[in-house]
């Protein structure tokens, strides 16, 4: 899921050889061989998850709309019907999550990086990377339990005021909504985003911070001219790192979602959208043979939109290419 | 719109270090001071507190004064970033910014000073920093492209250009040509020149033949071991400084006996 930039892609694949393998000996020979092996190892692993899923989603792939209607809990006229608005919750609820997690991160990013005093710095980048490592059930139990009830009060006055707004409207307690889903991936993809980011603020050269110093910029004006241009690819990659785990994140959703199955842009309401992954979760212990295809022809949907995500992430990136302090 | 600038028993220190001892010296408008001297002398750092540049260095801090046409640099109420608007200053390596085109580059100074100014404004002051950097005649053509395509002579003349965009009352040049191949080195050469009849110039070179080509004064700064803070020996006319100093280390220096 990682979005490196495309230098050491390169390197990595090693398709063409800097140093010819005859001139390097044994060990230049050797290390040539494995570096090219974990390339390929990488392609094979991917071309068997993509045949494994096709395979197994095959038969609900081209099943009749009357075969897979006798699945217990299969209420859409066809397998896209079904399909859909899942796709549409789980791009949702990670779309939310990042439009809150990406600020919140790069502002955490920019404190540590270039704000605080060194000591509270490194104190914090720690607790930061502890953050990274909470179980992901153990932040649906915290959502569930912890953060539902705080919420709702803030839903509740949130659906009363701006109401009006259809995104706002039908807010009913507990707030077993799409909104409570997100702000709890965006607090899972927190460390993830933050400490990418910051790694790439520290990067940014003396050089350029210091040319805008010197024409007299601010603080911040400072780190607009020159960390965040600096770091924008940096910043894309780690967010696409953070969506990557929101679209595949399972135990926080399912614990804290009220499901539904319809494209719904009720942020408040309970029972309106659901993500495939944890719709997978929740079907998959009893599920049995069509079903079992279903729900797996569900994960290839995932796996082309995380596909998808990836592509355009790099496509961002390479846009401006030349710009991008590189060179 | 060049001032001068009267140092006087200034200490550098970098925490507890001093580095620089008690620098007294007049820096005059519409000419070229250079500051010579063995590596580790404190010239760069004395060029640096003449914009506070150095306070980016956690622990860095001066005693004395620097005074620019009567306004204390040091004075409590002064803001380093309303003193680097009128020092500007240009390093040892080329350094424009890579994330914007060679036109945005010029401008980016100038954006911070006056956040709005109009269209013809911009391209006419892209124009005229450019010329006053000897470089419009190379890049007019593609002032959209990113200034790191240039070469690196281009790149140190670009770099000068946005300097003086925002109109500075004096250049500090932190060894400008010591990135450079000759020939770029004498583009810089005759810019500085030029710029002189505009701006107060100091330059830290460690050419020597350089500093008496472009100079019109000359500072040598020399250093009495390594952990002693540098000092400035002597200061005079370049002429005078090269030809019959009156400091046996400045010529043993300037004739390269050390250094």
């Known amino acids: ?327 | 719109m060049s001032k001068r600038i009267d140092v006087s028993d200034l200490n550098v220190y970098y925490g507890d270090f001093l580095a620089v001892e008690g620098v007294t010296m007049a820096i005059e408008p519409r000419s070229v001071t250079a500051l010579i001297g063995p590596s580790g002398c404190g010239k760069s750092t004395f060029l640096r507190t003449l914009n506070r540049m150095h306070e980016v260095i956690p622990g860095a801090h001066v005693e004395g004064k620097a005074v620019m046409d009567g306004q204390d640099l040091y004075a409590p109420d002064v803001d380093p970033v309303a003193v680097r608007r009128q020092v500007g200053m240009v390093f040892q390596r080329p350094n424009p910014f890579p994330t914007m085109s060679i036109k945005e580059n010029v401008l980016a100074g100038v954006k911070l000073n006056n956040k709005r100014i109009s269209k013809s404004d911009a391209n006419d002051l892209v124009e005229s920093s450019l010329q006053g950097a000897n470089l419009w005649n190379e890049v007019k053509d593609r002032l959209d492209r990113p200034g790191s395509g240039l070469s690196g002579g281009q790149q140190q003349r670009l770099c000068i250009a946005r300097a003086i965009a925002v109109r500075p009352q004096v250049l500090l040049m932190d060894e400008p040509c010591s990135a450079l191949d000759p020939i770029s080195t004498l583009a810089i050469e005759d810019l500085m020149s030029e710029l002189k009849d505009d701006y107060t110039i100091v330059i830290v070179t460690h050419n020597m033949q350089q500093a008496a080509r472009v100079s019109d004064r000359t500072a040598f700064f020399n250093i009495a071991g390594t952990g002693k803070p540098g000092k400035l020996v002597e200061m005079g006319d370049t002429a005078t400084m090269f030809s019959s100093p009156t400091v046996q280390a400045t010529e043993d220096y300037i004739s390269g006996r050390f250094g």
Do not use: C
Request: hydrophobic residues 55%; aromatic residues 10%.
């Open chain 1, 1 to 327: 899921m990682a979005v490196t930039s495309p230098p050491s892609t390169r390197a990595g694949l090693g398709s063409e050889p800097q140093v010819p393998a005859t001139k390097g000996g044994l060990a230049g020979r050797v290390f040539a061989g494995l570096s090219t092996g974990a390339g390929i190892l990488i392609l094979v692993v991917l071309a068997a998850v993509a045949v494994f899923l096709v395979i197994e989603a095959w038969p609900a792939l081209t099943a009749s709309p009357e075969e897979l209607q006798e699945i217990s809990w299969f209420k859409a006229d066809s397998l896209l019907a079904y399909v859909g608005p899942l796709v549409f919750g789980t791009l949702l609820a990670s779309i939310l999550a990042l439009a809150i997690a990406v600020p919140v991160s790069v502002g955490i990013a920019l404190f540590i990086s270039h704000y605080a005093p060194r000591r509270l710095a490194q104190g914090l980048g720690y607790l930061i990377d502890l953050l990274a490592a909470i179980p992901s059930v153990v932040y649906g139990l915290w959502g569930a339990l912890w953060l539902l009830p705080i919420l709702n009060p803030f839903f509740t006055w949130l659906s009363g005021t701006l109401g009006f707004i259809p995104l706002f409207a039908g807010y009913q307690a507990p707030a077993k909504n799409i909104m409570s889903a997100s702000i709890v991936l965006a607090v899972m993809i927190l460390p993830i985003i933050t400490a990418v980011s910051r790694e790439v603020f520290l990067q940014t050269p003396v050089l350029h911070e210091e040319a805008s110093l010197a024409l007299g910029a601010t603080r911040w004006e400072m780190v607009r001219m020159a960390v965040l241009p600096f770091g924008r690819s940096g910043v894309i990659s780690a967010s696409m790192l953070g969506l990557g785990r929101a679209l595949g994140e399972t135990m926080a959703v399912l614990m804290v979602i009220s499901p539904g199955f319809l494209y719904s842009l009720f942020l408040l309401k309970p029972g309106q959208q659901q993500t495939i992954a944890a719709n997978i979760a929740s079907k998959f212990p009893e599920a049995s043979g069509l079903a079992v295809s279903t729900l797996i022809a569900t994960g290839l949907a995932l796996f082309v939109i995380t596909f998808v995500v990836n592509m355009i992430a790099r496509w961002i990136i390479a846009r401006r290419k030349e710009f991008s302090g590189a060179n």
